[in-house]
């Protein structure tokens, strides 16, 4: 487990861009974190490091948006699924092995087991002040 205190946002975009040099191809992100706590730009921290030069945004109302560079990534925004059926339905199984990360807002949504193909990490987002973040990166599988 590793802690980071961020200040602002760039500070999270920095931890996540640093972090990113660990990921590989098909290897899972589970955020945890109240809305506005930062999961969308330490996404984007990521985004930076794979060298995509799209604007991240959040998928709160596509359920996925995707970015592509040197290793792809898939956002999902699992507010709204309930139920692994939702989960199938939306495509979202479609996405292991297509050389990407996967990175999942409401992670917790999902309270089934889902095996993963590849690694699979924990990263909680706590409000620590208005601007301020305790990050916490555990890898979990």
């Given amino acids: 487990m590793e802690k980071f205190f961020s200040d602002c946002v760039n500070d999270t975009e920095k931890i996540a861009f640093d972090f990113a040099n660990k990921l590989k191809a098909d290897d899972v992100i589970l955020y945890r974190g109240e809305m506005g706590a930062g999961k969308t730009y330490f996404t984007k921290g990521i985004a930076k490091a794979f060298g995509i030069e799209d604007e991240v945004t959040s998928p709160t109302f596509a359920l996925i948006n995707e970015y592509y560079g040197k290793i792809n990534i898939f956002h999902f925004d699992l507010f709204r699924i309930s139920s692994f059926d939702e989960l199938y339905s939306i495509g979202f199984f479609d996405y292991f092995g297509r050389n990407g990360v996967l990175c999942i807002e409401w992670s917790e949504n999902i309270n089934f087991e889902v095996?993963?193909?590849?690694?699979?990490?924990?990263?909680?987002?706590?409000?620590?002040g208005e601007t301020s973040r305790e990050i916490i990166i555990e890898k979990v599988k």
Avoid: A, G
């Fill in 115 to 128: 095996d993963y193909p590849e690694s699979v990490y924990l990263v909680s987002i706590n409000k620590s």
